[in-house]
Nanobody
Framework: QVQLVESGGGLVQAGGSLRLSCAASGDIASINTMGWYRQAPGMQRELVASISRAGYTNYADSVKGRFTISRDNAKKTEYLQMNSLKPEDTAKYYC???????????????WGQGTQVTVSS
C-alpha cells in the first residue's frame, strides 16, 4: 500500500506565502518524478511544477519566479514554496509521485488527496 499525505494549505492574503508538503509512505522501492498540480472550480487540473529524481525542475509559466519545488529523497517528501501569491493561485493543490513499489517492475502514478489554497485580494 502506498499513501501520499499533503499538508500546508490554507487561507492567505495576496502577496503572502505558503509552503506545501507531500510525504509518501508504504512499500516504496523508488520515487521518480514528483509534481504539484492544481485545480480551480470549473477548470481542468494543471501542472504547477515538477522535479526529477536528479533535481531537474519544470514550472508553469504562471508561477515561474514565485514558486519553488524541492524534494528530500531520504524523507520521500516534496515541497512547494509559494511566494507572492495571487488570487488566481486559488485552487486545490495535488501532489503526484511516480512510484515503483517493492517487488514490482512498473512505475505508477500516485496522487495525494489535495489541499486547498485560497488567496484573498
Amino acid at each position: 500500500q502506498v499513501q501520499l499525505v499533503e499538508s500546508g494549505g490554507g487561507l492567505v492574503q495576496a502577496g503572502g506565502s505558503l509552503r506545501l508538503s507531500c510525504a509518501a509512505s508504504g512499500d516504496i522501492a523508488s520515487i521518480n518524478t514528483m509534481g504539484w498540480y492544481r485545480q480551480a472550480p470549473g477548470m481542468q487540473r494543471e501542472l504547477v511544477a515538477s522535479i526529477s529524481r536528479a533535481g531537474y525542475t519544470n514550472y508553469a509559466d504562471s508561477v515561474k519566479g514565485r514558486f519553488t519545488i524541492s524534494r528530500d529523497n531520504a524523507k520521500k517528501t516534496e515541497y512547494l514554496q509559494m511566494n507572492s501569491l495571487k488570487p488566481e493561485d486559488t485552487a486545490k493543490y495535488y501532489c503526484k509521485f511516480g512510484i515503483r513499489r517493492v517487488g514490482v517492475t512498473m512505475t505508477l502514478d500516485y496522487w495525494g488527496q489535495g489541499t486547498q489554497v485560497t488567496v484573498s485580494s
